[in-house]
């Protein structure tokens, strides 16, 4: 947040994300469990392979996420306290390049147009003609409603 808005996150967010959001995921969960009764539509009730069916589908989303984690923990050396930190934390690739988080690079100027060699941000390219159209020779402009 503080690289795209210069602010960092507000507190009431930090705790929306690490506490409210899990728990009330958590009791939700409990919930639908507790409460579940086998889907049925009027007075038809689906045959239990039809809803062992819909499980393994609605599984087929959910358990990578467990099986990725208990890989990763088993994986990274340390206590497991250390190996939780190290999971939980993003890792050096991640953010945008190393190169636009410059002050000098963050500005309209640089992300949007040129620099005094004719390349643009990210060091491409870009002809004098989409600079003075203002980027309007992008095809995807020029469809008429």
Request: glycine share 8%; net charge neutral; hydrophobic share 35%.
């Amino acid at each position: 947040m503080r690289e795209m808005t210069g602010r960092g996150v507000p507190l009431i967010f930090k705790i929306a994300w690490c506490v409210t959001t899990p728990i009330l995921l958590v009791v939700t969960l409990g919930f639908t469990v507790y409460t579940y009764a086998p889907p049925s539509y009027g007075d038809y009730e689906y045959e239990p392979w039809a809803i062992s069916l819909g499980w393994c589908i609605a599984a087929a989303s959910l358990v990578p996420i467990p099986v990725y984690l208990t890989y990763r923990l088993y994986k990274t050396p340390g206590s497991i306290l250390e190996r939780f930190r190290v999971n939980l934390r993003p890792n050096e690739k991640w953010g945008p390049p190393k190169e636009l988080t410059k002050p000098e690079i963050i500005s309209p100027e640089k992300l949007w147009g040129t620099d005094s060699t004719g390349q643009d941000a990210v060091g491409t390219d870009v002809s004098k003609s989409s600079i003075e159209k203002g980027g309007l020779d992008n095809p995807a402009f020029q469809t008429r409603l």
